[in-house]
């Protein structure tokens, strides 16, 4: 699956883009930056590279992670790191609020799981880290281009029905001509996304789509 690099528009494979980007990314300022590899867990072919501050918190990663890929209906979520979990609304355990240079190191891998119900699961990568400067607390530099989905007919999929998604229909994506025939009502349906929640629960998309 390839992406697009979003400093030079050039596109790679998930591979290659680990290694291009590290043609970009110079110490170049004094701010302490991480460079997160993102897939999913169970779907790889959605995968994202990010740059993030190391004084952010948990609490900024878990949020960009929602807004870009995840939040549907403002479930819970957790980090799973070296072991420790950290939540995104602590009862007894620990909660998001530890800035990431106290918890994070190169090369580490950890994960992050939205909804205990339905989940979507998260697997991150530490590649990197340099002192640079961004204007935000977190920037995309690569993601993957849409996965190539189609509908039985051969048409270009715009519509997953969740219910056939969870019983593990044969089919369970549409075309706008086929969606109209579906058997479980075209008002059950969920646009087809660049998303590893694509036809969970109520996601529609995120603020990047």
């Known amino acids: 699956m390839k992406g697009m690099c979003y400093i030079c528009n050039k596109t790679f494979s998930k591979a290659g883009m680990t290694k291009h980007l590290k043609t970009h990314l110079k110490d170049d300022g004094d701010t302490k930056l991480f460079h997160i590899m993102v897939d999913g867990l169970y779907q790889p072919q959605y995968w994202l590279h990010i740059e993030i501050k190391a004084n952010a918190k948990l609490q900024d990663l878990d949020q ?10 403002l479930h819970l979520s957790a980090f799973e790191i070296d072991g420790v979990e950290y939540h ?24 992050h799981i939205y909804d205990f119900g339905t989940s979507t699961e998260l697997r991150l990568r530490v590649v990197s880290e340099r002192t640079g400067k961004i204007d935000k607390k977190v920037r995309i530099l690569a993601r993957n281009e849409p996965p190539d989905i189609r509908c039985g007919c051969g048409e270009k999929a715009k519509w997953i029905c969740p219910i056939c998604l969870v019983e593990i229909e044969e089919n369970f994506y549409f075309c706008d001509e086929c969606a109209k025939e579906h058997e479980c009502g075209e008002d059950m349906l969920l646009p087809v996304v660049n998303s590893p929640r694509c036809g969970v629960c109520g996601y529609e998309g995120g603020k990047y789509d």
């Open 64 to 73: 960009f992670l929602r807004d870009i890929w995840l939040e549907c209906c």
């Open 88 to 111: 995104s609304m602590p009862e007894g355990e620990r909660g998001m609020y530890f800035k990431l240079g106290r918890v994070l190191n190169p090369r580490m891998e950890f994960y």
